[in-house]
């Protein structure tokens, strides 16, 4: 391919979770010779990197693939990310898309992208990325992968079978990270992978161990991290839940709050237990999120009327709720007893209106300063959040973007804080 004075432009569309924004910024740094645009319309090429998490993540890029053809100029499409293993293949044959490859082949993309020719390349399911990582969205706060794949086999879940079993970054290219994006001014870090409680497994060593060397990297003022499962929460990890450089947030995955459908979904932790944790950790100030399924095939009137009587005893304050989508390829997708969409719709609701009053109740209740990360102004106020992963809107003559501040007053609304800085 023959390259002009100008180079050709890049737009990247990212679906899906945290670690495929990490995958995506692994990509723009190895993009030497094309320059990167916010704006699709003005694009050579668009890379898709997708989601597959559900069946209606795929309908949502292959949506957006087609409306990229309706552009006056349409790009070349480019696709990547978990929807290679699962719907690649077919968009490849039938001409929706340029060219595909997957997530090991990510850091080759300036060689990719500058081949004449169409190219498919799903690589394999075991590659570790070495690229560092030097700048990353917003001012202060950066997402750092930590491992990739996942060994627990969930009844609803692709994403092993797209990502692979879990393995683990190396602790020293994950120091040399964020010591690179610390010097560079970043204070904030969370910590991302398909399933973060794993790290370390095969090598020896574990989360707590990482967290206790990151805390000793000058500039890590604050690390939160993606979610974990309530097993990986060991008692080495609860001796460090009160060190200063930890966010007081967990999103620890419970999935559901039945016994029998924890069963059925193939999960691994129990009510019990879980319910014992997360008191634990709320005791310790902490505010706790949680992801929950509703209306898997199997989840009855009575089941469903049993979790939400467990689920009020448990101290949650965020909730990453999502009605039941059918995953090809996965056990779930066969199973019988399914729930009726407007059944899951009014259980999605009672969910997180529970949780929406834990939380303000949270905030109301809470007596001690809030620390923020201020990320944004818009709109005549500062944005940002606190220690416990809540947002405020700050109205202040000062310029906060990107400073830390501590506040003392503020209101609790419904739907997040309010407050003065001066």
């Given at each position: 391919m023959q390259f002009s004075t100008s180079k050709q432009k890049v737009f990247f569309k990212t679906f899906g979770c945290r670690t495929n924004l990490f995958d995506t910024q692994v990509m723009m740094s190895n993009l030497k010779d094309f320059e990167i645009t916010q704006d699709e319309k003005e694009a050579d090429i668009v890379v898709i990197n997708s989601c597959t998490v559900t069946n209606s993540?795929?309908?949502?890029?292959?949506?957006?693939?087609?409306?990229?053809?309706?552009?006056?100029?349409?790009?070349?499409?480019?696709?990547?990310?978990?929807?290679?293993?699962?719907?690649?293949?077919?968009?490849?044959?039938?001409?929706?898309?340029?060219?595909?490859?997957?997530?090991?082949?990510?850091?080759?993309?300036?060689?990719?992208?500058?081949?004449?020719?169409?190219?498919?390349?799903?690589?394999?399911?075991?590659?570790?990325?070495?690229?560092?990582?030097?700048?990353?969205?917003?001012?202060?706060?950066?997402?750092?992968?930590?491992?990739?794949?996942?060994?627990?086999?969930?009844?609803?879940?692709?994403?092993?079978?797209?990502?692979?079993?879990?393995?683990?970054?190396?602790?020293?290219?994950?120091?040399?990270?964020i010591t690179t994006l610390a010097s560079n001014g970043f204070g904030e870090f969370i910590l991302t992978g398909t399933n973060v409680g794993s790290y370390g497994k095969k090598q020896h060593t574990s989360l707590a161990k990482l967290l206790k060397k990151i805390s000793q990297i000058k500039g890590v003022r604050r690390i939160r991290m993606g979610s974990i499962e309530p097993i990986q929460i060991d008692d080495e990890f609860k001796e460090l839940i009160n060190e200063p450089f930890m966010a007081k947030h967990l999103h620890i995955a419970l999935q559901h709050t039945s016994k029998q459908m924890l069963q059925i979904m193939n999960r691994r932790n129990k009510v019990l237990s879980d319910l014992e944790l997360f008191e634990f950790l709320s005791e310790n100030g902490y505010a706790l999120g949680t992801d929950f399924i509703v209306g898997h095939p199997g989840e009855t009137d009575e089941l469903w009327k049993e979790a939400m009587e467990n689920l009020h005893k448990f101290p949650l304050t965020h909730v990453h709720a999502f009605t039941y989508s059918k995953r090809d390829g996965t056990p779930s997708a066969t199973m019988k007893n399914e729930v009726r969409g407007d059944v899951a719709k009014v259980r999605y609701n009672e969910l997180v209106s529970i949780i929406e009053e834990k939380n303000y109740t949270f905030r109301k209740n809470n007596t001690k300063p809030l620390e923020v990360l201020i990320e944004s102004y818009k709109n005549g106020v500062y944005k940002g959040l606190d220690q416990h992963f809540n947002h405020i809107d700050v109205k202040s003559e000062v310029d906060l973007v990107g400073d830390w501040i501590f506040i003392e007053e503020y209101e609790a609304k419904r739907d997040k804080n309010v407050a003065e800085f001066k």
């Open positions: 993540a795929d309908s949502t890029a292959r949506g957006y693939i087609n409306s990229l053809n309706r552009f006056e100029k349409p790009p070349r499409v480019v696709f990547t990310g978990c929807g290679v293993w699962t719907k690649g293949e077919n968009l490849f044959k039938e001409n929706k898309i340029d060219s595909l490859f997957g997530h090991s082949e990510k850091e080759h993309i300036n060689e990719l992208l500058q081949k004449d020719e169409r190219f498919f390349d799903a690589g394999d399911l075991e590659h570790i990325d070495d690229t560092i990582v030097e700048e990353f969205i917003g001012k202060s706060r950066a997402f750092i992968k930590i491992q990739e794949g996942c060994d627990f086999r969930c009844s609803y879940c692709i994403i092993p079978y797209v990502r692979g079993d879990a393995r683990s970054y190396k602790e020293d290219k994950i120091l040399e990270q």
